[in-house]
C-alpha cells in the first residue's frame, strides 16, 4: 500500500496509485476472512462492494488497461461454511487452511466480547501473519484491528478501530499509535478503518487506489456511501469510565457530573473527598485513564451533544448551562473534541428523530402507514451517476 499518512475522513483521497501486489500483477487476490461467530454483514458487504465495482469500471473509460480484481471469501479453519453471530451460514470460496498465497486480506470486525472471539479464532491470527510475511498486505474492519494486533503487526505502527474499542486497543497492544478521529489509517502494507460501517470507507478507499478515483466516485453515488464521514470523534459516546473500583474516585466523578454549569476545581474535589490535590489527581488518572480536568471538558462536551440533538437552544445558550460562558472558547474546544462545530453537529444530529424519511399521504388526508400491500403509495427515486 502507499503512503503512510492517516486517511482524514474528512479529506479527499490522495490520488490513487496501485498497492504493492498490484504492482507485481494486473491481478490483485484479495481474501476476505468470515470469522466465527461474527457479523456477516462485514465480509459479504466488502466483498460485494468490490466485485460491483469491478461492474462498474467496465462502464467508464481508461486510458489503459485496469487492474482485474478476484475476490473470495475466506472461512477461518478447514471447513467451507462458517457460522457467524445468530447462526447466519456463510458459505465461502476458499478456507484458511487451503489458501496458500493472496495479495490483500482483508480481515473483519469481532463481536463485542473481544477476548472469546480472538480465542474462537485463534486459528486466523498465524495465518494472517503468514500472509503478510508472504507479501500480501492487511486491512482490518472495525475491531478486527485486534487480530492485527495479535499478529504483531501493528506494533509501532499508527491505527484506528471502532472509538468504543480505542482505550482497550492501546491497553492491549501498547506499541501501537491509535488516531481517535480518523476513519482510514493506511501505514503501508497495513491498513485498519473505524467503527461498524467504516468498512464501506474503506473499500472505497481501496476501490479508488485499485480501479481510479472515477470509479470509487461512481461507486459512492451509486451505493449512497458519504466519503465525508464525520470523524469518528462526532460519534463517541463518553462511557462514563465507571468501570474501575476506586470508591473515592467514583464519588468524585458523581460530583463532577452533577453540577457541570459549577465545574468544581481540582482542589474542591480533592477536600470534598478528603484527599491530597496531588494525590487526587494520580489516582484519578489513574481509575479514569484521563485528568481530572480533561474527564471534565469530555462530560460537558457529552451534555452539549445531547443537547444540540434534543433541543432547540442556542449555542451560546448550552454552552452557558454546562459551565462555559465564552461562546467561542466552546466552539473551538467541542470542535477539537468532536471534530465538528456545534453548528455542523446539529445539522447531522439533532431532530426530533435519528432518521429523517419522506412520509407519503393517502388522497383523505390521513399518514399511511409503510408496508400495508394494496393500499400505499410507493414513491420511487432513480438515482443516475454522473
Not at 492487511?138 to 482505550?167: K, M, Y
Not at 489516582?283 to 479514569?288: D, L, N, P, V, Y
Amino acid at each position: 500500500m502507499p503512503s503512510r499518512r492517516p486517511v482524514s475522513p474528512r479529506a479527499r483521497m490522495p490520488r490513487a496509485r496501485p498497492a504493492r501486489s498490484a504492482a507485481r500483477s494486473q491481478l490483485i487476490r484479495v481474501a476476505v476472512l468470515a470469522l466465527r461467530d461474527s457479523t456477516a454483514l462485514v465480509p459479504i458487504g466488502f466483498a460485494d462492494l468490490l466485485r460491483k465495482a469491478v461492474q462498474l469500471a467496465a462502464t467508464l473509460p481508461a486510458s489503459g488497461a485496469r487492474p482485474r480484481l478476484q475476490v473470495q471469501l475466506v472461512a477461518c479453519g478447514s471447513a467451507p461454511v462458517v457460522v457467524g453471530a445468530s447462526g447466519i451460514r456463510v458459505h465461502c470460496d476458499a478456507t484458511t487452511r487451503s489458501l496458500r498465497r493472496c495479495d490483500v486480506v482483508l480481515v473483519p470486525s469481532l463481536e463485542p466480547d473481544l477476548a472469546q472471539h480472538l480465542a474462537e479464532n485463534r486459528d486466523v491470527v498465524a495465518w494472517v501473519r503468514r500472509m503478510h510475511d508472504r507479501g500480501a498486505d492487511v486491512v482490518s474492519a472495525c475491531t478486527g484491528a485486534f487480530v492485527l494486533g495479535e499478529a504483531g503487526l501493528l506494533d509501532g505502527r499508527t491505527a484506528t478501530t471502532h472509538w468504543a474499542f480505542q482505550d482497550l486497543l492501546r491497553q492491549r497492544y501498547p506499541r501501537v499509535r491509535v488516531r481517535p478521529e480518523a476513519t482510514v489509517v493506511d501505514e503501508g502494507s497495513v491498513c485498519t478503518a473505524g467503527g461498524a460501517t467504516s468498512f464501506l470507507n474503506l473499500a472505497l478507499y481501496l476501490i479508488e487506489r485499485w480501479l481510479g478515483a472515477d470509479v470509487a466516485r461512481l461507486a459512492s453515488k451509486v451505493f449512497l456511501v458519504d466519503v465525508n464521514k464525520s470523524p469518528q470523534t462526532a460519534y463517541a459516546i463518553l462511557d462514563g469510565q465507571r468501570s474501575h473500583a476506586d470508591a473515592q474516585i467514583l464519588r468524585a466523578q458523581g460530583l463532577l457530573e452533577a453540577d457541570l454549569a459549577a465545574g468544581s476545581s481540582v482542589g474542591e474535589l480533592s477536600e470534598k473527598i478528603a484527599m491530597s490535590r496531588r494525590t487526587f489527581v494520580r489516582r484519578f488518572t489513574r481509575a479514569t485513564g484521563t485528568s481530572p480536568r480533561d474527564y471534565l471538558q469530555r462530560v460537558r462536551i457529552e451534555a452539549a451533544k445531547r443537547a444540540l440533538e434534543g433541543t432547540r437552544r442556542s449555542v451560546g445558550s448550552i454552552a452557558a448551562g454546562i459551565g462555559y460562558n465564552d461562546p467561542v472558547a466552546f466552539r473551538k474546544l467541542f470542535a477539537r473534541l468532536t471534530g465538528l462545530t456545534p453548528a455542523d453537529y446539529r445539522r447531522r444530529y439533532g431532530g426530533v428523530g435519528a432518521v429523517r424519511a419522506v412520509t407519503l399521504q393517502r388522497r383523505g388526508g390521513r399518514a399511511q402507514r409503510f408496508g400495508r400491500a394494496g393500499r400505499n403509495q410507493v414513491a420511487v427515486a432513480r438515482h443516475q451517476a454522473h
